[in-house]
């Protein structure tokens, strides 16, 4: 089977040959709703983990540490997305606990289920972040960079270990660092468009910091690939070919919503309204290429970043 992505674009993964039953974290999100409508395309059945109940998913709790292992025997894999967003709000010390919790507490609740059920999944994806890498200026960070500095580095280096605790239990785990998505309703770029649109965007700062980014189509096609290639182990990075600058980024938005992108937000302020995660996000210079997923045969949807934002925008 063959998955066709929107305006016709192939979606490159190979052929399953039965149906299989996915259970999903964060399948309401961003990332989970266009996953799992392409699943479901393919025949694919989803599971749905939620913290409210979705129609065939199951309920978790994970501030009580609240799930059912059994829900999740025979099930043939896990993916995990769930996450609260980490550019959403000023990283109070709540706001902390909660991005971690959302993702390790969660993922751990996962593999301790996972040891508890005769017939547990086979495969276990996880999301993570190329925050892992930290600011890597002057260099192409590819999949054996180290770890970097900063609390988004702690929070995916603790992110995947809780993931890779899978593979006691018999299962191959792949690892997703996603980098900036693009998506026409959601994410970044929902947030970026409105100033863009008047006429007021522009770079952040001097606009000279490289960033990683990526169509939503193609995070959907690299979860799949990685779903359906058993020798797809470890870390990936979810980033386009083509790197590009903060100032190279907002000149291609500006061209593609016709409007002029020269105006630049002073860095103090945008540190004064959101605190220390300006650094380690919007001002964090890391070029990350996809190593990983190029060697291993996935072909990109939208590898150039003008086509890219003309695919989500019109």
């Known amino acids: ?24 974290t964060g399948a309401t999100g961003l990332v989970g709703t266009a996953l799992t409508a392409a699943l479901q395309k393919r025949g694919d059945t989803v599971v ?3 913290r409210s ?12 540490g609240k799930l059912d292992a059994d829900t999740l025997n025979g099930v043939n894999a896990i993916i995990h997305l769930a996450g609260a967003g980490v550019a959403d709000e000023r990283w109070t010390d709540e706001r902390k606990r909660v991005l971690r919790e959302s993702r390790i507490k969660s993922g751990q ?5 996972m040891g508890k059920i005769a017939n ?11 925050g892992y890498y930290g600011p890597k200026p002057g260099k192409e960070v590819d999949e054996t960079a ?46 970026m468009l409105p100033p863009f649109k008047l006429g007021l965007g522009g770079p952040l700062g001097d606009g000279k910091q490289r960033l990683g980014w ?63 995660l300006v650094d380690e996000t919007l001002f964090a210079d890391a070029p990350v290429v996809p190593r990983r997923l190029l060697d291993a045969g996935f072909e990109f949807n939208f590898p150039k970043l003008d086509a890219a934002l003309e695919h989500v925008l019109k």
């Open 48 to 50: 749905p983990i939620s």
């Open 53 to 64: 109940q979705q129609p065939g998913g199951i309920v978790w709790d994970i501030d009580s």
């Open 109 to 113: 609740m996962l593999v301790d289920a």
């Open 214 to 276: 990526i169509t939503l189509d193609d995070v959907v096609a690299g979860l799949i690939f990685l779903l359906d290639h058993d020798d797809c182990q470890g870390p990936y990075n979810f980033a386009a070919p083509e790197i590009v600058s903060n100032k190279e980024f907002a000149q291609a938005l500006g061209n593609v919503v016709n409007r002029p992108a020269k105006i630049p937000t002073p860095r103090l302020a945008l540190k004064l309204a959101f605190g220390e």
């Open 146 to 191: 180290p770890l970097g500095p900063g609390f988004l580095a702690e929070i995916c280096r603790d992110w995947e270990a809780t993931a890779l605790a899978a593979e006691k239990h018999g299962a191959r785990v792949a690892i997703a660092r996603i980098t900036v998505v693009l998506a026409a309703n959601g994410g970044a770029l929902e947030r």
């Open 120 to 130: 547990p999944p086979k495969v276990f994806i996880s999301a993570s972040g190329a």
């Open 1 to 24: 089977m063959r998955l066709t992505c929107r305006r016709g674009q192939a979606c490159h993964v190979r052929n399953v040959p039965t149906p299989q039953r996915i259970a999903i």
